[in-house]
């Protein structure tokens, strides 16, 4: 062999010589490892390095040399690892193996392989034969024979064989019907090329393409297409211990593989066991998503193998004989040229053949370079008795396209829907390349796929992943707009009927991502299609609307709380143990709520101004579960295009208005039934099970979302919102020109043409289009504020079922479905706000709504005050008010009008007083309004009287509040008019200044001129200079006129600040006496009218002298002490003993829950001690405290070593002041706690010393701690460790040394 080798044609030659040099030593240790396994060998690594960076060209001179030693050493390594007896003779025959090739050898030869096979394309058939059946052998090795590296290099080498394999020089050679598939090119731009035409190194003996595509390797072909996907299959069979990326290299090397044999022919065959297979793979993807079987990427080349198979044996030009249609048919042309060469064709296929053709010249002719006629005859043969002698071959007709076509339609339903939603993004881009090149390649052929198919592209368009939202939205744009590539308006009619009518069995089933996808395909459609077509098709008729709507109302009514599976209602609630969920599962973001691709924002931001937790519209509160959630996004977003389709339409051939009466329908119902109640006086537990008000509320609420949804649709923010979403590309389509499209598709219907999408989807400015908006908004507003839905009651203390005995047993959901309503609807009011924008004003809408906003902000349920206060937020924003104070102050007099009226018929209206309440106190604008506060506060006073708190006892708390509100509002206008006072008198008194100087220099002026001599001339410039001067008089008389107008107007603002202060200092007298003393003097803030009088007594008695004061503690100390015995954290209980002086319409029970509020208890105490520490450190006024020093040290060491640390601080500074009285005392106080309670006691300096505990001995009780016996009983002051040694160590640092 080595003599052979010698003898080849090397002379002249350096590199091929130099190649094969290296090459020798390899090879002859290759040959001699088959013979000696045990035998040391170099290195295979080196030899594989040496190949990777050989010429080609030398690699290619010497391809038998090196590959005979490769592969008889791969053939040695597979045989000792089947599962054949070595030395039996059997029905395999009879192999002598008496050795063993290692694993690393194996691989070894398998990594040289495939750098051998990258580099040098093979030359002949029977080469290619022979490494095919060599590497066809160790692929059949399972998993327990062969190792994953040894089996996954035996699938590289294969591919990079095939990538190899490149079409010949020959012009008529069927090599050149290599198709170009779109997902190659997406997946592996440089393998796409290796794919494509190659310029081959040198000419081969014979086209292996050709080969490959030719029946004589059908066998083959198909042997090799169940190995690959037998390989896959086998991984993904051993769960978590399956290779993912032996999975993917078969999935890979199979879309090589058939890219390569490229032909309809020559895969037909094997159509069923391939496309069967990869449906099996995609349907199991569905439920695994870890091990190899939940590999992103293989499952991605699996997408793309899957339509690259069927993209080359269903592609309509290939099987036009089948289909029975014409070229023109699918290609959109119709010129008399292409017609008559069309028509020829046609005849000449369909003509009598009267001679018979050989067989050899169609297989045995030539084998290397084959010699066929054209396309359309190689694929579609008319001589029978030709196709029955052809194995491994189907003849495509029209019944086998039909019947296959029915199929693949069912395997694509069944898997591609699933994949839109999958978490990898390299699945949903693969996805969307496959469907792009079946809708362009197979859409007659697969044309009962080709709507399903529009659908997933209607969920791509809208994916989180940009890359695939773009791909798809371009093929989506391409379909829509393009004639050549066109949709028939019967086809979208038929997409619009399935997916509506599927919406509510989608949404209540237990698959939310699927619920979510569909809705997407909805929208979608509803977008592209444009604003005619969903009107056409979806709102043109009564009956359409209806069922549009309805199917609406199913898909967002309480029901879907509860849809979806019951792993999600597991998930959200709280584990009772830990659970971590495994790394796939976190990967795959199956169980996360951003796993969901959205398709919409549902809460864009309406202003820039408004913060993110503001932001309108919002899902619903049934909707408040993560998934469902994503899922009210989209049906928002279908029915805010239904809104705009209306206003978009130019026709304006419907009203929407009548739109809007179908849902509003169901308010008026509810409506109508609480009017009835109302009526007869029923009551609510019998309304309630009999008038089926569950159901009512509940389609009600569902009926204000669809409104609110369907009326903001017309906003610019959706608008934009929309373009956002569907306008990630800006792909430009030409217009068609020239092109008769009028017959193609007649049978259909009308071709779809739409316009751009970008200028379709805006609203049409007609003359009546802005008051079919404002008339529509004001039908739903005056709904919305019907006074009957407003009297629902939201909880069982509500004033409305104070009367009835029976109204503990009304259920909870009666409640919860009132208060969803109430809070959709004052949703839908924000909402209205930002679609009109300033027309809500100018309309009167906010006037007619904002009391009931304000109203609602001292709502018992807080979901329906934040709702309220969101609204208020938007609605200020929206109406350009840099607040809601400044909105309320610019629509004050509608307030306050209305505030009076219902103050008028308080029996009615008991949430009046609340109502002023807020307005004035939460959005803190009483002394912007003050003069209009007039009116309400005699009301308000009648109503604080004896007679009008005991009629309505429950109004006397919300009306002092009120009350505080306008009494601080008018101090603080008092005390800033005097300043203001003081500066316009300034002002007043500088303009007179100047009136006097001007009329001192005037005098001066006309005794100068009286002394001039005559004067023609000087007689006109008097004239002048006089009427200079009246100018400047009358001047002067206009802002003398100004500065009086104010003045009046400041008198009679200080008559008014005068009155509303006398009438809140005339209703608060009386009630200090009453038994809610407390509540009251919070009420009216006398807590800082405490804290100033505890600040007056400290002055005093440093000026007066503490011994003037020192019988005075002693006998009316109490009243201070009683501050300071309870926390203002606990509330005391109250003795049963304690008797009170009850006036005769006061009734004996006394409530424990009116009390003062924490924080005004703490500034008081706070107070306390600020005074004592004041009293105490000074010399002149320290003896105030010398009868009553224990009991008021006793009382400030127990608050300072409790758990109330607001008041820590001012107690240790009343400590300090204190000891510097008696420091002896304080310092047993406070080590009587902490010796007490700490553990490690310290040691006494010397030993002649009483220790700690001898001097100190530890309570039996807390009772008997000194500060209890010195301070008496207190409530809330519980010692603490860790206080009492921080009051220790703080007054040993800086009082005690």
């Known amino acids: 062999m080595e003599e052979e080798i010698e003898g080849l044609s090397l002379e002249g030659d350096e590199t091929l010589r130099t190649v094969f040099n290296h090459l020798k030593p390899y090879c002859l240790d290759l040959l001699a490892l088959v013979q000696n396994p045990k035998k040391n060998t170099l290195s295979l690594l080196e030899f594989a390095d040496y190949l990777r960076s050989a010429p080609a060209s030398g690699l290619q001179a010497c391809l038998d040399f090196t590959l005979f030693p490769l592969l008889l050493l791969l053939d040695a390594a597979v045989l000792c690892r089947s599962q054949q007896k070595v030395g039996t003779q059997g029905k395999f025959g009879t192999v002598h193996t008496p050795y063993t090739i290692s694993d690393s050898v194996a691989e070894g030869v398998l990594l040289c392989l495939e750098e ?86 040198s000419e081969s003996e014979e086209c292996l393409l050709a080969f490959l595509q030719s029946q004589d390797a059908s066998p083959a072909v198909g042997h090799w297409l169940s190995l690959l996907l037998q390989s896959a299959e086998t991984e993904a069979g051993r769960g978590h211990h399956g290779s993912s990326k032996l999975r993917k290299e078969a999935f890979s090397t199979l879309r090589v593989l058939i890219a390569k044999v490229g032909t309809a022919d020559a895969l037909t065959f094997f159509l069923p066991g391939v496309v069967s297979q990869f449906a099996k793979v995609l349907h199991v993807s569905k439920n695994m998503i870890s091990g190899a079987a939940g590999s992103a990427e293989s499952l991605a080349h699996a997408v793309r193998g899957l339509t690259e198979f069927l993209i080359i044996v269903l592609d309509n030009e290939t099987n036009i004989y089948g289909l029975g249609i014409s070229i023109n048919d699918i290609t959109g042309f119709h010129s008399d040229k292409s017609k008559s060469s069309q028509s020829v064709l046609e005849a000449l296929r369909h003509l009598p053949v009267s001679f018979q053709v050989p067989h050899e010249s169609l297989t045995g002719h030539s084998i290397g370079q084959p010699t066929f006629t054209a396309k359309a005859d190689l694929q ?123 919406l509510p069995r989608v949404v209540l089933g237990s698959e939310e991502a699927l619920a979510v996808s569909h809705a997407q395909r909805l929208l979608a459609v509803m977008y592209y299609a444009g604003p005619q077509l969903v009107v056409d098709h979806l709102l043109c008729s009564p009956i359409t609307a209806s069922r549009f709507f309805d199917v609406l109302m199913l898909s967002m009514s309480h029901n879907s709380v509860f849809s979806g599976s019951v792993d999600k209602l597991i998930l959200a609630k709280p584990h009772s143990v830990g659970y971590l969920q495994s790394v796939a599962e976190l990967k795959s973001g199956t169980f996360l709520s951003s796993g969901d691709h959205t398709i919409i924002d549902a809460a864009p931001a309406v202003v820039s101004s408004v913060p993110g937790y503001y932001e309108l519209p919002r899902s619903p509160p049934w909707f408040a579960h993560g998934g469902g959630q994503k899922l009210y996004q989209v049906l928002g977003g279908v029915l805010r295009l239904a809104g705009l389709s209306i206003m978009a339409d130019q026709r304006s051939e419907i009203s929407l208005s009548t739109l809007a009466d179908i849902p509003l329908d169901y308010f008026r119902k509810l409506i ?48 934009d ?270 303009k007179v200044l100047d009136l006097e100087k001007m009329v001192v220099g005037k005098n001066h002026k006309q005794s100068d001129v009286s002394h001039d001599s005559d004067g023609g001339d000087m007689g006109s410039l008097k004239t002048e200079k006089e009427i200079i001067n009246t100018n400047g008089v009358d001047l002067q008389i206009e802002q003398w006129e100004e500065m009086l107008f104010k003045l009046n107007d400041a008198r009679r603002y200080r008559r008014t600040v005068g009155s509303v202060l006398g009438s809140c200092l005339t209703t608060a007298t009386p009630i200090l006496a009453s038994m809610q003393e407390t509540a009251c003097l919070v009420a009216l803030e006398i807590v800082e009218v405490v804290r100033r009088c505890l600040t007056v007594v400290s002055r005093v008695v440093q000026v007066c002298g503490g011994g003037f004061f020192t019988r005075r503690f002693q006998t009316d100390g109490s009243h201070f002490w009683k501050l300071l015995t309870a926390s203002p954290f606990q509330r005391k209980p109250i003795s049963k003993e304690k008797k009170h002086i009850l006036l005769p319409y006061r009734g004996t029970s006394t409530s424990s829950s009116d009390s003062v509020a924490e924080i005004s208890s703490l500034k008081v105490q706070a107070s306390v001690l600020e005074m004592i520490a004041d009293i105490s450190k000074n010399k002149i006024s320290a003896p105030a405290f010398e009868a009553v020093l224990k009991k008021v040290s006793g009382l400030i060491v127990g608050i300072a070593c409790s758990s109330v640390t607001g008041l820590r601080d001012p107690s240790i500074n009343a400590l300090s002041g204190l000891a510097s009285i008696d420091p002896d005392l304080i310092w047993l106080l406070v080590a009587d706690i902490y010796f007490s309670l700490v553990k490690d006691k310290p040691f006494p300096p010397h030993e ?48 005690f040394t």
């Open 116 to 201: 051998l096979l990258k580099k040098c394309p093979l030359r002949s058939v029977n080469q290619m034969v022979l490494v095919l059946k060599k590497l066809a052998s160790g692929a059949l090795l399972s998993p327990s024979e062969a190792s994953e590296e040894f089996r996954e290099g035996i699938i590289r080498c294969f591919r990079e064989l095939l990538l190899n394999l490149h079409p010949c020089s020959v012009s008529s050679c069927i090599c050149k019907q290599l198709p170009s598939l779109p997902t190659f090119v997406s997946s592996d731009p440089f393998q796409a090329q290796r794919i494509g035409p190659f310029k081959h190194h």
């Open 380 to 502: 579609e043969k008319s001589i029978d008795s030709h196709c029955t002698t052809r194995s491994l071959y189907v003849k495509r007709t029209k019944d086998w396209i039909e019947e296959t076509s029915a199929h693949v339609d069912k395997l694509l339903c069944a898997t591609f829907p699933h994949l839109c939603v999958h978490p990898s993004k390299k699945v949903r881009h693969g996805l969307v390349d496959g469907i792009q090149g079946l809708l362009s390649k197979c859409s007659y052929t697969l044309k009962k796929s080709k709507l399903m198919l529009l659908e997933c592209l209607c969920v791509l368009v809208c994916d989180d992943s940009e890359a695939v939202a773009i791909a798809a939205q371009e093929i989506l744009q391409s379909l829509f707009m393009v004639g050549e590539k066109r949709l028939t308006e019967f086809e979208v009619s038929e997409i619009f009927t399935r997916l509506i009518e599927k």
């Open 672 to 719: 109508q039934e609480l009017r009835m109640k109302q009526y007869s006086k029923e009551s609510w537990h019998s309304w309630y099970p009999k008038s089926r008000s569950g159901q009512l509320l509940r389609q009600a609420s569902t009926a204000a979302c669809i409104l609110n949804e369907f009326i903001y649709g017309i906003s610019n923010q959706s608008i």
């Open 721 to 990: 919102s929309f373009s956002k979403v569907f306008q990630k590309t800006m792909t430009k389509v030409g217009e068609i020109q020239g092109k008769d499209i009028g017959d193609a598709g007649a049978q259909h219907g009308r071709i779809v043409n739409t316009t751009l999408r970008d200028s379709a989807w805006k609203v049409y400015q007609g003359n009546d289009a802005k008051s079919r908006v404002i008339d529509c908004v004001g039908s739903v507003l005056h709904e919305y504020l019907s006074p009957e839905v407003w009297d629902l009651p939201i909880d069982q203390n509500s004033f409305l079922l104070a009367q009835e005995t029976d109204a503990v047993n009304l259920p909870l959901h009666f409640f919860r479905d009132t208060m969803m309503l109430h809070q959709v609807i004052i949703d839908g009011i924000g909402i209205f706000g930002v679609t009109l924008g300033k027309d809500f004003i100018t309309s009167g809408f906010l006037h007619a709504s904002l009391y009931l906003l304000l109203e609602n902000l001292m709502c018992s349920s807080y979901q329906i005050r934040w709702a309220s206060d969101a609204v208020l937020h938007v609605l200020s924003a929206s109406s350009r008010h840099p607040s809601v104070g400044h909105l309320v102050i610019s629509n004050a007099d509608y307030i306050i009008d209305s505030l009076c009226r219902q103050l008028r018929h308080l029996d009615i209206n008991p949430h009046v007083p609340d109502v002023l309440a807020a307005m004035l106190s939460y959005i803190g604008v009483a002394h912007e309004i003050l003069p209009l506060l007039e009116e309400p506060m005699r009301t308000v006073s009648a109503e604080l009287e004896v007679l009008g708190r005991y009629q309505r006892p429950y109004l006397t708390i919300p009306f002092l509040k009120a009350v505080s509100e306008i009494a601080k509002a008018s101090r603080h206008e008092a005390c800033a008019m005097a300043n203001a006072a003081e500066s316009y008198f300034i002002r007043v008194k500088s």
């Open 1248 to 1295: 002649d010393l009483t220790e700690i505990p001898q001097l100190l001995p530890p309570p039996p009780s807390p009772k008997d701690y000194l500060y209890r016996q010195y301070g008496g009983e207190t409530f809330g002051f519980d010692v603490n460790l860790s206080a009492a040694e921080m009051v220790f160590r703080k007054l040993q640092s800086e009082v």
